[in-house]
Nanobody, 124 residues
Framework: QVQLVESGGGLVQPGGSLRLSCAASGFSLDFYAIAWFRQTPGKEREELLC????????NYADSVKGRFSISRDLSKNAFVVQMNSLKPEDTAVYYCAADPMIGAPCFGYPWDYWGQGTQVTVSS
């Protein structure tokens, strides 16, 4: 069964850091495009950052550039997003996604596989 499972969400204070992980099962992430999105109630899902299947440069949304980074953990068939300098406006449900075909640039395309979402709350 093809599945993406996220972990690592929770409550963090403003200025703090959090690391989310997305583990794949049923397929290998090696040559897949990978991405993180987030969504808040009443708003569209926001693309945050992605790496193309071709392994090109990471694409970043302006809202997270310089604060968030994405990387693969091939040994665990997973990928992570490291989130630093978190702000209250980063509060959202975060989703990971993967796709075998998305190249560069990797924003603006439909993604095949999605995680279930994990809540991140930034509050003092």
């Amino acid at each position: 069964q093809v599945q993406l499972v996220e972990s690592g969400g929770g409550l963090v204070q403003p200025g703090g850091s959090l690391r989310l992980s997305c583990a794949a099962s049923g397929f290998s992430l090696d040559f897949y495009a990978i991405a993180w999105f987030r969504q808040t109630p009443g708003k569209e899902r926001e693309e945050l950052l992605c790496i193309p299947a071709t392994g090109g440069a990471t694409n970043y949304a302006d809202s997270v550039k310089g604060r968030f980074s994405i990387s693969r953990d091939l040994s665990k068939n997973a990928f992570v997003v490291q989130m630093n300098s978190l702000k209250p406006e980063d509060t959202a449900v975060y989703y990971c996604a993967a796709d075998p075909m998305i190249g560069a640039p990797c924003f603006g395309y439909p993604w095949d596989y999605w995680g279930q979402g994990t809540q991140v709350t930034v509050s003092s």
